[in-house]
């Protein structure tokens, strides 16, 4: 079984900076292409960076040149550094991975349950 962990969200003034980490644990074979998600109230969830297995990554124009997203697969962890924030990235984060199973050798895609971030004066 695999779970996903985020942590680091919380309350941060507009031009701030809060970093973001996802650590895979359980029975894994090997991780794949990972990612960070966001859902804002009353809205769908979105994209916000992608990064590949060789650190290949893909951001959303809204915060690319102010989020860095960041992996180590030793450890089987994703981070996101998000600097200059703003009211307009207030959401769940949450990290997606596609992990293979050791036992099963099975690869299935794996969510976290979200940390929220809150960008307020």
């Known amino acids: 079984q695999v779970q996903l962990v985020e942590s680091g969200g919380g309350l941060v003034q507009p031009g701030g900076s809060l970093r973001l980490s996802c650590a895979a644990s359980g029975t894994i074979f090997q991780t794949y292409a990972m990612a960070w998600y966001r859902q804002a109230p009353g809205k769908q969830r979105e994209l916000v960076a992608r990064?590949?297995?060789?650190?290949?990554?893909d951001y959303a124009g809204s915060v690319k040149g102010r989020f860095t997203i960041s992996r180590d697969n030793a450890k089987n962890t994703v981070s996101l550094q998000m600097n200059l924030l703003k009211a307009a990235d207030t959401a769940v984060y949450s990290c997606?991975?596609?992990?293979?199973?050791?036992?099963?050798?099975?690869?299935?895609?794996?969510w976290g349950r979200g940390t929220q971030v809150a960008v307020c004066s």
């Open positions: 997606d991975a596609g992990v293979r199973e050791r036992t099963t050798m099975r690869t299935d895609n794996c």
């Open positions: 990064i590949s297995h060789y650190d290949g990554t």
